[in-house]
């Protein structure tokens, strides 16, 4: 909130740059297919959220723009959806992505302990990319995988039964890559 | 497609399926313990042995015992493998021919397994989730069938009324009085959603139903869209369970193309159809009148009840919700009658009950018990305790629910009884702490929760579960005063009585239960001095 | 008759409310006939807050370690602490500092960034109080025994606080012309 | 159109089928305390100042959006509601940054109203402090998040009487916060007409009109109703 005038001068230059659309970039044709399929129902707005972020990475908001003007919705309640959620971004993610479980069984386990190991490795908080846009740290509520917990999910692969230890040494092979 | 189809089908697949059946787990606990591995690697190894005629492997869902994954189960013998490597996977095969089969051997006769009941669970790990033929096989689909063909709509509803089924999601409203709600409103269009945003950290019973025997429940929605005169359903699950999504759309395809799902099922002249909606990581959601919003493209702000979705649902037409394990009891019940269904379980809780047994425990996975077993039975005998230690408390529902004391072990696993000590059924999570955990930081963790995933819509539960949380982080700070423990238990209070929705009304439920059972570790915690009580500064 | 010890004091504030009070103008002569001011930055030279105090205004909320070593010293020796004003009951203006998040980013933004000639951070160990993190209303610190809101407080407002107290009773803070913030 | 007779407060009422107790007690000249509710708009039941008893029913429930029935014994003012409305205003005040001296809508807040109607004379809940921002970027109207309760009664209005949906909420929980457009500032949003429901919509002075300094805030509350009425009922003068 406090950067709102500092987002909103970006949002003016975007709109002052010509608008890109499915002729000049290929990520809007797929859009467009999916707001086709879904015959630009207005309540497939989430569906469309979620095949928006897929093709670009992260909801800028030109993206949203975008689906607000597809759909005909209000540009406020769209951008009030995209904050709603937590699976939706609007800042781009980091090359790799860390998403550590904070539920109750991995809570219990010690994933808390997993937490603060990385934010300190990484020098961020949760939610948040480093610096050098390498890693995102996440948390999760719950992945639904109690059994081998604690778990935590490396680039969208789901590793149970973690250490800090371990967890960091996987942090620290994406941090070597250049 | 007809009766005879269908009986065909499922003879086809009984005579096309092996002597021997290897069931390896592909569910996404195993699968992040290397299952996919080890399923390739026995699959070579069959292919090896020139035991291809007589011998399968088959990716299940999930068999339970996550904790000690990946599994593989070998029927007829129902000899059960734990922990199994890549490398060790071939031995299994070779041991069906007089080899040693390598992997820890398990006991399949462990009161783990035991002592369950499985009703919803029946097939599950016995079936391959992304083949239809399997489910028909085991009579799947019979059901909908007797349902179209032997029963009016105000008989399945009065058969599930007398059933006692209640609702599994937590609430534990009963089933029939929902659908006979839903059926006798007025008005063409009605819908059938299927609550599958199952976001208590700790529970992961719907995932595994999803991900194991996605036919069970989408069979039970075809029932219920009979018995209520709906056309259109909706299953809504969460984003984080990707293989669920991906089972279902498979499941949903494959009904479709039998027309089992679609246009005039088994040829009469019923219509239905059902859409996956994916959830956007909001527990809230799991609240039906916000995952009712979030279907229709909105924030999901939950909306005040009256009116009941029973009453005007999604896009205002009457709707009826249930959860994932709800209705997968459907067949079966359909099946075997309610009669049969009411001799389980206890006089106001019937049937079975899915946990997830997690946390301080020796065994840990999901079990299905018959309702009315006591937490004891479960924690101890099934779950074989706590390793090196004391159990001191079992939390059950998840944010919404309680904590129960050791002392209260002997309490049977029903609607009832749960509610009465200060927790609730929920849906399904049963975390165990021991002696080590700290009962203050526990409910700290959950209000924790709350706090992150209340909407903002109403007063009580946005700022309510702030003021509380930080309340409990100054209490574990010691920094408190008896004051503020008086504070915390009004407010707690105000929150539960005043909140909009069951998120805020059920979000001081382990404070309270915490505060009503571990009373000492919050007073331990407590500043004398009142007058000169510390000031962060 | 033995006087009531009567007491004023003023922490982080405009001092407004205290002029607010010397408002009652006539009232003030009645109020001295039942209390001996003890301790009052208007109405007293004593720079000992003294022991046994009966009632004491508090103007002005938390800010600085000085406020925090005073009030304190003001509860102990206090029978009836009143908050006086909206800074005392809610920290108010000097509270909106608080929104900074801390002393030190106040301090850069006050003497430094704002600064016309010299920019140069306060440091007089002893004679410059140092700022707390956040500024707090007084019951956040100590236990408060009656709140006065009010930005300030009105006389009449002053007046029917106070004279019950006199009487030995407890007033009634309740309605538009007791309450009202602002 | 059929009656409901209930009680409210020990006194007969009758109102018609479908009313809400909100609606019903006003007809009887029962005053039950609201803060999101705002005539013309739909109910939302979101700040719980007018949760009522009713008796046979073991949960409180919002008099805005609970329809009255038959026999229905209501109580309005009991001990336990008058604590949690104390307590709903107290962590309003201690959730935003409401500093009455200095706001336009000081003597003419919905909130600080409430706060005297509920007795408050201090919070029991820390303050928070937290860092909100204020848009001041349309010609006219600025907007002060400081002072948002976020009753949504702008979002309403700009949406259901304008038509123009500048407003919605974005993010949820405490970080929620009312915004215009897509996160751009308020005089950037093509939409809004300067129409101005919104500022005599808000409760408080976190809509206010340019120009206006402490304590100068005024609202026309009955042109909203006029506008209903004139679109609804075809009632032109008022």
Redesign the interface.
């Known amino acids: 909130m406090q950067s709102l005038t500092a987002e909103a001068t970006k949002t003016q230059k975007s709109q002052s740059t010509p608008k890109k659309t499915s002729e000049t970039d290929k990520r809007f044709k797929t859009l467009d297919i999916t707001i086709k399929r879904n015959h630009y129902?207005?309540?497939?707005?989430?569906?469309i959220?979620?095949k928006a972020q897929e093709s670009f990475g992260y909801l800028e908001p030109e993206v949203l723009e975008y689906v607000a003007r597809q759909l005909k919705l209000p540009l406020s309640?769209v951008y009030?959806?995209a904050t709603?959620?937590?699976?939706?971004s609007l800042k781009p993610s980091g090359a790799h992505s860390c998403v550590v479980c904070?539920?109750?069984?991995?809570?219990?386990?010690g994933s808390g302990k997993i937490m603060a190991a990385l934010e300190e490795e990484l020098g961020i908080k949760a939610g948040e990319t480093t610096p050098d846009d390498k890693i995102s740290l996440m948390a999760?509520?719950?992945?639904?995988?109690?059994?081998?917990?604690p778990?935590i999910v490396f680039d969208g692969?789901?590793?149970?039964k973690q250490e800090p230890e371990m967890v960091l040494e996987r942090i620290k092979a994406w941090q070597s890559k250049t | 497609m007809d009766w005879t189809n269908l009986l065909e089908i499922a003879e086809t697949e009984q005579k096309r399926q092996k002597s021997i059946r290897v069931h390896c787990c592909t569910s996404?606990?195993c699968?992040?313990?290397n299952s996919l591995s080890v399923k390739q690697n026995l699959d070579n190894a069959v292919a090896e042995s020139g035991l291809g005629d007589r011998v399968e492997v088959i990716g299940v869902g999930c068999m339970g015992?996550?904790?000690r994954?990946p599994l593989v189960q070998v029927d007829p013998e129902d000899l059960l493998y734990e922990e199994v490597t890549p490398e060790n996977a071939p031995s299994i095969i070779e041991a069906l021919d007089g080899g040693e089969a390598k992997p820890i051997k398990g006991d399949s006769q462990h009161p783990f397994f035991s002592r369950q009941m499985k009703i919803v669970r029946q097939h599950t790990g016995k079936v391959d989730p992304e083949r239809i033929e399997e489910y028909i096989a085991v009579g799947g689909y019979q059901s909908l069938y007797k349902a179209l063909y032997e029963m009016t709509p105000e008989q399945v509803v009065s058969e599930i009324g007398k059933s006692g089924l209640r609702g599994r999601g937590g609430g534990g409203y009963p089933t029939g009085l929902k659908w006979a709600t839903v059926a006798k409103m007025p008005g063409k269009q009605k819908y059938v959603i299927c609550n599958g945003d199952?976001?208590?950290?700790?529970?992961?019973m719907d995932?595994s139903v999803l991900e194991s025997d996605p036919h069970l429940v989408l069979e039970g929605m075809a029932i219920a869209g009979y018995a209520v005169g709906a056309d259109h359903g909706y299953i809504y699950v969460r984003?984080?369970?990707p293989l669920a999504i991906q089972r279902l759309q498979k499941a949903i395809q494959q009904a479709k193309k039998y027309g089992i799902l679609g246009s005039q099922i088994f040829e009469s002249p019923f219509d239905f159809k059902i859409d996956i909606?994916?959830?956007?990581?909001?527990?809230v959601c799991g609240e039906e009148t916000a995952l009712i919003q979030?279907?229709?493209?909105?924030?999901?702000n939950p909306?005040?009840r009256?009116p009941y979705p029973a009453e005007s649902g999604l896009w205002g037409c009457p709707t009826l919700i249930n959860n994932v394990e709800t209705f997968a009891n459907i067949a079966p019940i359909i099946r075997e009658g309610a009669e049969w269904y009411v001799s389980i379980g206890t006089k106001n809780s019937k049937g079975t009950k899915i946990f997830?047994l997690?946390?301080?425990i020796r065994n840990?996975?999901?079990i299905e018990v018959p309702m009315g077993i006591t937490l004891r039975e479960i924690v101890e005998e099934m779950g074989g305790g706590v390793p090196n230690g004391e159990v001191k408390a079992v939390?059950t529902g998840?944010p919404s629910g309680g904590c129960i004391p050791a002392s209260l072990l002997d309490t049977p696993v029903d609607y009832d009884s749960l509610n009465k000590v200060g927790s609730m059924m929920g849906s399904g999570?049963m975390?165990v702490?021991d002696r080590e955990?700290n009962m203050v930081e526990v409910a700290r963790?959950?209000m924790e929760?709350c706090?992150?995933?209340?909407?903002?819509?109403?007063?009580?539960c946005?700022?309510?579960?702030?003021?509380l949380y930080?309340l409990l982080t100054k209490i574990l700070n010691k920094q408190a005063t008896k004051?503020d423990l008086e504070?915390l238990e009004?407010?707690s209070y105000?929150v539960k009585?005043?909140?909009?929705c069951g998120l805020g009304i059920s979000a001081p439920n382990p404070v309270l239960s915490t505060l009503r059972y571990f009373p000492q570790e919050y007073l331990e915690l407590i500043q004398e001095d009142?007058?000169?009580?510390k000031?962060?500064? | 008759m033995t006087k009531i010890k009567f007491a004023t004091v003023w922490l982080a504030g405009c001092s407004g409310c205290h002029m607010s009070f010397l408002d009652m103008d006539e009232w003030l002569i009645e109020l001295a006939k039942y209390v001996e001011v003890v301790y009052s930055p208007v109405g007293c030279d004593l720079k000992e807050y003294p022991e046994g105090v009966d009632v004491c205004l508090v103007e002005g909320g938390?800010a600085n370690?000085d406020n925090?070593e005073l009030i304190?010293l003001v509860?102990?020796r206090t029978k009836t602490l009143i908050s006086f004003g909206d800074c005392a009951v809610t920290a108010n203006v000097p509270a909106m500092r608080n929104m900074l998040g801390g002393s030190a980013p106040v301090l850069r933004r006050g003497y430094l960034e704002l600064a016309d000639e010299t920019p140069q951070l306060p440091y007089a160990p002893g004679i410059v109080p140092e700022l707390?993190?956040?500024v707090?209303p007084v019951h956040?610190?100590?236990?408060v025994d009656i709140y006065m809101p009010g930005c300030p407080p009105d006389a009449h407002r002053i007046q029917a606080t106070i004279e019950p107290l006199l009487k030995g009773e407890r007033p009634k803070m309740e309605g538009r012309d007791m309450i009202k913030f602002g | 159109m059929s009656v409901r007779t209930l009680t409210i407060d020990g006194q007969p009422v009758a109102a018609i089928e479908g009313a809400t107790i909100l609606e019903a007690a006003k007809e009887g000249g029962i005053h039950i305390p609201t803060l999101c509710f705002l005539e013309g708009v739909s109910a939302?039941?979101?700040?719980?100042m007018c949760?009522v008893e009713v008796e046979g029913i073991n949960?409180?429930l919002?008099a805005c959006?609970?329809?009255v029935s038959e026999e229905m014994v209501v109580h309005t003012n009991t001990p336990?509601l008058q604590?949690?409305r104390r307590?709903?205003i107290e962590?309003?005040f201690?959730?935003g940054n409401h500093v009455c001296s200095i706001c336009v809508a000081n003597g003419n807040c919905e909130l600080q109203d409430l706060a005297i109607e509920v007795g408050m004379d201090h919070t029991?809940?820390?303050y928070?402090f937290p860092d909100r921002g204020i848009d001041v970027s349309h010609p006219q109207f600025g907007i002060d998040h400081n002072r948002c309760?976020?009753c949504t009664r702008c979002v309403r209005v700009c949406d259901e009487i304008e038509g123009a949906h500048v407003w919605d909420?974005a993010?949820?929980?405490?970080?929620?916060y009312i915004v215009s457009g897509l996160n751009q500032p308020w005089g950037e949003v093509e939409a809004c007409t300067s129409c101005g429901k919104c500022v005599d919509a808000c409760p408080t002075g976190a809509i206010f009109r340019k120009g206006t300094t402490t304590s100068e805030k005024a609202r026309d509350r009955a042109k909203l109703e006029f506008l209903v009425n004139a679109r609804e009922k075809h009632e032109w003068t008022r």
């Open positions: 129902r207005q309540d497939a707005l989430i569906e959220l979620h309640r009030g959806v709603f959620y937590h699976l939706f904070l539920g109750t069984a991995c809570y219990v386990k999760a509520r719950c992945l639904g995988a109690c059994g081998i917990a778990a692969t789901v590793a149970g | 996404t606990g699968r992040a313990a015992f996550c904790g994954g199952e976001g208590d950290p700790g529970a992961f995932r984003a984080e369970y909606r994916i959830g956007a990581g909001a527990f979030s279907i229709e493209g909105k924030r999901g909306v005040p009256p997830a997690t946390g301080k840990n996975g999901l939390q998840g999570g975390v702490m955990t963790f959950y929760f706090r992150g995933e209340t909407c903002g819509k109403c007063v009580p946005r700022t309510g579960t702030v003021q930080s004051t504070k009004t407010l105000m009585e005043t909140s909009l009142s007058l000169n009580s000031v962060t500064v | 938390v370690k925090l304190r509860r102990k707390l993190d956040r707090l956040e610190v100590v236990p | 939302v039941a979101a700040c719980r949760l949960k409180l919002p959006v609970t329809k336990k604590e949690y307590m709903v962590l309003l201690s959730e029991r809940f820390p928070r309760i976020l909420v993010q949820r929980g405490a970080a929620a």
